[in-house]
């Protein structure tokens, strides 16, 4: 049984704020830690909306989440898609978002999802089986250039050119007798350790996140879903909550609610992102990177969506 413990719980109810009757949406419904919060926060009287692409999790989410009845609908779609979602349940105004980002507790300790490395297993990495491109498939396909951008923006890796050559010479030599010798999470994490520097962290770790980003296109979905997201919390008052894990999501957080800001739509509520407790990340090392930003609506207009 896989253990799952919302992260930043507490917090995230501090600022969402859950009241009876209200309208929200767990766009990042996972295993339904976050959403079942809201819920009896709201003493079981809001509706709540839960977006999960992953079948497996929304499948768990929905047997969690069971005793509250008609009151939850689960989409199983992509965030990105929130403006479509909301549209197609004729839902025009909502009382709170979260997005809970990164990969969820039941991908991480599935080893057969080859997320981590800690066990060998296909190099796959998607967060939905609708998505048609494995990691493996990546490393195969992308050529060196795209391969060291990948790296770069992704995983912040500053040996990207060395790990994108050393991948072209290895494909060279040994793509013709194997399709791809890197096709497990080992073989690749392997790989890595003998080309990239040694730290604090295993050498690999920053790889694995730009492959996971690239193959399911978080940053993007991030700032699609971000784009247009105050138009759907009610006026005035309605509040969205972002949990994120690493300096690439949260600064696409930071920047789209400075700029909602500075447009008069949201007030932002977190001058600097909270952070998990020293007593939480105890219980939950996974925590340990975890940043929240939260913002208010401030208009009394809902304005048109903008492309």
């Not at 800690?118 to 796959?124: F, I, N, R, S, V």
């Not at 492959?211 to 979905?221: Q, Y």
């Not at 969205?240 to 690493?246: E, G, L």
């Amino acid at each position: 049984m896989i253990e799952h413990r919302p992260v930043l719980l507490r917090e995230t109810l501090e600022y969402l704020r859950p009241r009876p009757g209200g309208v929200y949406v767990d766009a990042t419904l996972g295993l339904g830690g976050h959403a079942e919060a809201i819920l009896r926060a709201a003493e079981g009287t809001a509706r709540l909306i839960g977006v999960e692409w992953d079948d497996e999790a929304a499948d768990r989410a929905e047997a969690r989440l069971k005793e509250f009845g008609a009151a939850v609908t689960v989409v199983r779609r992509n965030f990105a898609e929130l403006d479509a979602i909301l549209d197609a349940l004729d839902v025009r105004a909502v009382d709170g978002l979260l997005f809970d980002l990164g990969v969820s507790s039941l991908q991480l300790d599935d080893p057969s999802r080859g997320f981590s490395f800690m066990a060998d297993a296909p190099l796959d990495m998607r967060m939905s089986r609708m998505t048609v491109r494995t990691a493996a498939a990546l490393l195969s396909t992308l050529g060196e250039r795209e391969l060291e951008q990948v790296f770069r923006q992704y995983g912040e890796e500053p040996r990207a050119r060395a790990l994108a050559r050393a991948l072209g010479r290895l494909r060279k030599v040994r793509f013709a007798e194997s399709a791809n010798p890197l096709r497990s999470t080992r073989a690749l994490a392997a790989f890595v350790a003998r080309h990239a520097r040694r730290g604090r962290v295993h050498p690999a770790t920053r790889v694995f996140q730009a492959l996971r980003i690239a193959v399911n296109d978080e940053l993007e979905n991030l700032k699609k879903a971000l784009r247009n997201v105050d138009t759907h919390m009610a006026a005035p008052g309605g509040r969205i909550v972002v949990i994120s894990f690493h300096s690439l999501e949260d600064r696409i957080v930071k920047t789209a609610f400075r700029e909602r800001a500075r447009a008069g739509l949201v007030r932002v509520l977190t001058r600097k992102p909270i952070r998990p407790s020293a007593e939480e990340i105890e219980v939950n090392p996974r925590a340990r990177s975890a940043r929240l930003r939260a913002a208010e609506r401030t208009e009394t207009e809902l304005p048109s969506p903008k492309g």
